[in-house]
T-cell receptor, first 116, second 111 residues
């Protein structure tokens, strides 16, 4: 059962335009959501996050929107740059029953290509 | 600042051979530690996590095991590798809901 879904395996955008990456989740216990960026043969790097008590978080060119009723979040990148080309992973965490661990559940990723 | 080291970067091992991947974290104490695997065409799957020395939780039944002999050391092992163990293995550390910070990964190819 895939609890975090990224239904678009790839996305191609023109430089300067907006990139919108989508993510859906099924587990209502998730209370924190994150986006990671990954280049080939490297570990993922943290990009931006949002708590379930918020519906928007912005950091420079990156904005994450959370719609809890729809169990949907999205990452907006504007303006998109060629250096943004990478695989983007959506992740969600839920505090475990012991309260000491936050395991991340990842989607399968979306390959973003920004064309010059 | 915190850093995470993971080695080796690449590894080619024959089927049936043992495996030992090591991960160490610097600049923090009592971190939560994680081993993830990214198989070809798939997302990141959590294999093991640890909230303290000697405390290991397994997320999926498999041919691998993990150990945490020291606070900032996390080891992924196998006694006999299978072809299906090939993949990109990532160690990560974290504390609280702020997410996890990943090492550079190990590309394991079982032949």
């Amino acid at each position: 059962d895939q609890q975090v879904k990224q239904n678009s395996p790839s996305l191609s955008v023109q430089e300067g335009r907006i990139s919108i990456l989508n993510c859906d989740y099924t587990n209502s216990m998730f209370d924190y959501f994150l986006w990671y960026k990954k280049y080939p043969a490297e570990g993922p790097t943290f990009l931006i996050s949002i708590s379930s008590i918020k519906d928007k978080n912005e950091d420079g060119r990156f904005t994450v929107f959370l719609n809890k009723s729809a169990k949907h979040l999205s990452l907006h990148i504007v303006p998109s740059q060629p250096g943004d080309s990478a695989v983007y992973f959506c992740a969600a965490s839920a505090q475990n029953s012991g309260g000491s661990n936050y395991k991340l559940t990842f989607g399968k990723g979306t390959l973003l290509t920004v064309n010059p | 600042s915190q850093t995470i080291h993971q080695w080796p970067a690449t590894l080619v091992q024959p089927v049936g051979s043992p495996l030992s991947l090591e991960c160490t974290v610097e600049g923090t104490s009592n971190p939560n530690l994680y081993w993830y695997r990214q198989a070809a065409g798939r997302g990141l799957q959590l294999l093991f996590y640890s909230v303290g020395i000697g405390q290991i939780s397994s997320e999926v039944p498999q041919n691998l095991s993990a150990s945490r002999p020291q606070d900032r050391q996390f080891i992924l092992s196998s006694k006999k590798l299978l072809l299906s163990d090939s993949g990109f293995y990532l160690c990560a550390w974290g504390r609280g809901p702020g997410g996890a910070f990943f090492g550079q990964g190990t590309r394991l190819t079982v032949v």
